[in-house]
């Protein structure tokens, strides 16, 4: 009987530690209603000893969406809203996913909010969230709960402060994605004025 | 047992078999009746593999059952779904849900394809392929490399760096709606998101016993899924919802129109005799005939139809008519001066031909090729027939000289008889031939034809409505409408499947149709794998494609560009229709594919979205297409309807003329009267046909065939007897008209379109012929002195017939 308390107060302990981070990253991070900045992204690719490098601008609107234009090499636009995902190349629509088709649509649109927000509590909904939180510091991993969505997307470790810094996906395929943010700023002047007019 | 009553002994011989055979039929094999409406529809005879085409659709649907589960929100709509399995969950030995396909994951499927992912490439990329120049397939390739989350991606960049093969997979993924989301299906109208839940069913979707026990239950889990939020909306689509819609309507309407029949007969004999044994007789007469139809059509066709047994519940009406009029003449006779014997001897040639002609009607509705009906009519004709018997073998031996009394009912025959007009020349006559002469005329010039598939089924509203619903939302293929393609070899299906789908291409465009189902769509035909691995070898991975330029682009050496092509073309193995079939992923075109058919192979060309509108256009896209041939099961079937409705029309109208040929040796001058009032009655139904906007259709066609059978034993009855004073014949025809309008007339309450146009067919003709009839027979010797020639040899014929006899 003693030994049943014992493990299951063990069990609970660890069940504090567990639970801890999420609550308390939580609370460190902003959540201003408008998020821009700047990104670096390295893609390191399977059979390809060079990383592949593009740098852009994003931006997270609060009930809106994400925007993550590309600048260097490679002018691309990717637009994130609660209804589609759109990639403009230029002018061009080159691809426009409606999520009244494709479900899929608004998962990956509330992921990748949550990623760049770092919204951990929406994203414990979907992945097992490990990691650990100092004073002014986290970093966490995650992991997909649906094994055919693990194996889809991979592992992804997040670390950051005050806001996200850093995003690595590693696929399961062997492609890996380094992305870190920088120059990051917030409210009504954060966005430029032709950002604002593609939303 | 004297020779006079062997034939009596040997007819309950005969009938104890029926009873045995009764007995085993519904106790020892549990004798259940079909319910399949498909049961009804004509069979393709000509062609085994149309008729395999269609039988592979309809088996795909037979055994399922699908759900939909909605509300506004997808949180909601699990809940509702979670509870409405939660009741079907302990029935599994009924149906179970089909839980793995949700479950599956996409990796499982997509491994199959991986290995052939050079050759699989969507008809637009391969037009691209052919069109665009090096730039385009560079900027696309980096565009998906830059960009984070690039669309569908099946493995790593390098594997697909053109997203060739992801395209392909988003286009056989926009097939069906249907997506998996949290180990559901899902699908969405944009406003409700719906919880697609499909069931295999483990008994037969036809058996009324699994019909009795489904039906209630999900009706049960119904009420559970809508217990937490009554806005949450359960639709349900499945053959065993109809069949068991069909079969609960067609027991009610036979038990009505049995029951109904059975009570109005039992009450029009005692008012005609006052007394329990005629009654008695009579029950027997149409036992015997209804044990005989049954036993008979067991072992002619090895299953009896649902809706026979509802025609066959009409049949009480007409199987007592032997046994009436040779009651009625037992009651008319001189007791002492003939026996019962000596009675049934003078009665048989009018019970003869009225039985020959009875059957014709019914035999003729056999010459139809719709099965359903063939059954209907050798069971009516059977009943018939052992009922005419039984009156033959038993009823001199059971009626005494002395069985029957009169009644007060046979003296109101007898006065109304006196009363009834008939037909002269005179004034009044010729004007009420000049008013029905009018109404004839313009009644039938309003007739119109209708010659819809809906006339033989008509389901509840709210199955309708849900089945529109289901394939509304998950944009199902139509069940009767597609192509069948063949060929020599498999190749050749695949390739007249493309060539096909080139036509349809344009169509959908257009919007006239939503797309297409195809094997090919998954296995290109293996010269059009050969085209697609040429093409990106030359226009992409060549020397100085886009790969290379590629490789420059992002820095890559000459190894990696080696490599990634090498491994490109590893994956160009062509894939075959039976590596596919054998793989999980194939499970939604399984169904489309006819393998090894006599002469060749053959396959299934689906489509979704199909429109009343698109029909002619569809039928002229698969013209002139070698192998390809377009089928829809409704117009053709409407079109049997149609086809039919004009033979059965001259069928009935030559028959006239066989029936009139029949009776002419035995009424020689006098055989119009007999028949014309039937003529006459039949003409009268079209005028009201016409006037209360009916479609004349086959049914209706078909109830005038078997009014002629009913309508001439009328004349036949009353010209046996022609004098007006001589009620017995009369007294026989009304009886036998009331119980023949009872009977029709409730079957003219079916809900079966087809079964009611029957009925009201039988029931305004039967009326007719019964008002015409006395109109038309021979005015008695004492009115009328000119005829006397006439009547004096019909007198002699009789005398001669009843010495054969």
């Not at chain 2, 129109?257 to 005629?278: D, N």
């Not at chain 2, 199955?463 to 009767?480: G, M, Y």
């Not at chain 2, 049914?699 to 034993?713: I, Q, R, S, T």
Request: charged share 20%; with cysteine; proline share 4%.
């Amino acid at each position: 009987m003693k030994a049943l308390w014992a493990g299951s107060l063990i069990l609970a302990a660890l069940a504090l530690v567990a639970a801890a981070p999420v609550a308390k990253i939580q609370s460190m991070l902003a959540k201003p209603k408008i998020l821009c900045g700047r990104f670096e992204q390295s893609k390191q690719l399977v059979g390809l000893k060079k990383p592949v490098n593009s740098n852009g601008r994003f931006c997270v609107v609060a009930d809106k969406g994400v925007l993550w234009r590309t600048l260097r090499p490679f002018p691309n636009t990717l637009k994130l809203t609660r209804d589609e995902i759109v990639q403009l190349r230029g002018e061009r629509v080159a691809l426009r996913l409606d999520a009244k088709q494709e479900p899929v649509v608004r998962m990956i649109n509330s992921v990748l909010f949550a990623l760049l927000a770092g919204d951990l509590e929406q994203l414990e909904k979907l992945f097992e969230i490990d990691g650990v939180a100092q004073d002014k510091s986290w970093s966490v991993t995650l992991k997909a709960r649906e094994p055919g969505l693990a194996k889809a997307i991979g592992s992804i470790a997040l670390d950051g402060g005050v806001y996200v810094k850093n995003i690595v996906i590693s696929e399961a395929s062997g492609d890996r994605t380094d992305i870190v943010f920088s120059a990051i700023q917030t409210g009504d002047g954060a966005m430029s004025a032709d950002e604002a007019a593609l939303f | 047992m004297n020779q006079r009553t062997l034939p009596a002994w040997l007819w309950a011989a005969v009938v104890c078999l029926l009873l045995a055979h009764n007995v085993y039929l519904w106790i020892g094999q549990r004798l259940a009746p079909d319910s399949d409406i498909l049961a009804l529809l004509p069979v393709e005879e000509r062609d085994p593999v149309l008729q395999k085409a269609f039988s592979k659709m309809v088996e795909s649907a037979e055994q399922r059952l699908i759900v939909l589960v909605g509300a506004d929100n997808w949180v909601e709509a699990g809940r509702a779904a979670d509870n409405y399995l939660a009741v079907l969950a302990p029935h599994k030995n009924l149906l179970q849900a089909d839980e793995q396909i949700a479950q599956q994951p996409q990796q499982d499927w997509l491994a199959l394809f991986q290995q052939h992912r050079l050759v699989l490439v969507t008809p637009g990329d391969e037009a691209a392929l052919r069109s665009q120049a090096q730039p385009y397939w560079v900027d696309t390739a980096l565009a998906k490399l830059y960009s984070p989350f690039g669309g569908v991606k099946p493995g790593a960049w390098g594997d697909d760096p053109f997203g060739l093969f992801g395209e392909w997979i988003q286009a056989r993924m926009r097939e069906t709606p249907v997506r998996p989301r949290d180990g559901r299906l899902f699908v969405s109208d944009g406003k409700r998101q719906y919880v697609v839940l499909p069931f295999s069913l483990h008994v037969s979707a036809f058996s009324m016993a699994a019909q009795e026990a489904l039906v209630p239950l999900l009706e049960q889990a119904r009420q559970a899924a809508r217990q937490s939020d009554p806005q949450v909306e359960v639709a349900a689509a499945g053959v065993i919802l109809y069949a068991a819609a069909a079969g609960a309507q067609a027991k009610w309407e036979v038990s009505i129109i049995g029951i109904g029949s059975l009570l109005g007969i039992v009450s029009l004999i005692w008012l005609t005799f006052y007394s329990l044994k005629p009654i008695v007789l009579i029950m027997v007469s149409i036992g015997v005939g209804c044990l005989g139809a049954l036993s008979m059509c067991w072992l002619l066709f090895e299953r009896i139809h649902l809706l026979t047994l509802v025609f066959g519940a009409s049949l009480i009406g007409g199987a007592q008519d032997y046994g009436t009029y040779f009651l009625c003449h037992r009651l008319g006779t001189d007791r002492q001066s003939l026996d019962s014997y000596q009675l049934l001897r003078r009665l048989l040639p009018a019970l003869a031909l009225a039985l020959v002609t009875t059957v014709i009607g019914y035999l003729a509705l056999a010459l139809t090729p719709f099965p359903g009906l063939r059954q209907m009519a050798v069971f009516s004709a059977l009943g018939l027939i052992f009922a005419w018997l039984t009156v033959v073998f038993w009823f001199p031996a059971l009626v005494s000289r002395d069985a029957v009394k009169s009644a007060p009912l046979v003296r109101w025959c007898f006065a109304s008889l006196q009363r009834w007009p008939s037909l002269r020349l005179t004034r009044s006559t010729l004007s009420a031939a000049g008013l029905l002469i009018a109404f004839i005329v313009f009644g039938g010039s309003r007739l119109t034809v209708q010659d819809d598939i809906r006339l033989l089924q008509n389901p509840p509203r709210q199955l309708i409505d849900e089945q529109i619903k289901l394939s509304r939302l998950l944009d199902a293929p139509a069940p009767a409408q597609f192509y069948v393609v063949r060929g020599e070899t498999a190749e050749a299906v695949l390739q007249r499947e493309e060539a096909l789908k080139q036509r349809l291409e344009p169509l959908i465009e257009k919007k006239i149709i939503s797309g297409y189902q195809a094997m090919s769509n998954w296995v290109p035909s293996l010269r059009t794998q050969e085209t697609h691995r040429q093409l990106i070898e030359q226009r992409l991975l060549n020397n100085d494609g886009a790969l290379a330029v590629l490789a420059a682009r992002i820095g890559a050496d000459g190894s990696w560009m080696t490599a990634t092509r090498d491994r490109l073309m590893a994956s160009a193995e062509k894939l075959t229709p039976d590596d596919f079939l054998k793989a999980s992923a194939s499970q939604l075109v399984r169904h489309l594919w006819l393998g090894q058919v006599e002469g060749g192979h053959a396959s299934i060309v689906g489509l979704r979205g199909v429109s009343a509108a698109s029909l002619p256009l569809l039928r002229q896209a698969g013209g002139a297409l070698e192998g390809v041939q377009w089928v829809d099961k409704v117009g053709e079937i409407s079109s049997v309807l149609a086809r039919y409705r004009q033979y059965m029309g001259w069928v009935v109208a030559l028959s006239y003329f066989a029936v009139y040929g029949l009776l002419y040796p035995r009424y020689r001058g006098a055989t119009w009267r007999v028949v014309a009032p039937t003529a006459l009655a039949s003409v009268v139904t079209l005028a009201l046909l016409g006037l209360s906007g009916q479609g004349l259709q086959l049914f209706h066609v078909l109830a005038l065939m078997l009014l002629l059978g009913v309508g001439v034993d009328y004349g036949i009855f009353l010209h046996e007897h022609p004098s007006r004073s001589d009620p017995v014949a009369w007294l026989a025809v009304v009886l036998s008209a009331l119980s023949t309008l009872l009977s029709f007339g409730l079957l003219g309450l079916s809900k079966t379109p087809a079964l009611q146009a029957f009925g009201v067919t039988m029931l305004v003709g039967t009326g007719s012929v019964w008002f015409l009839t006395p109109c038309f027979a021979r005015v008695s010797l004492e009115r009328r002195s000119g005829d006397q020639g006439e009547e004096q040899k019909f007198h002699r014929e009789e005398a001669r017939q009843t010495k054969i006899f």
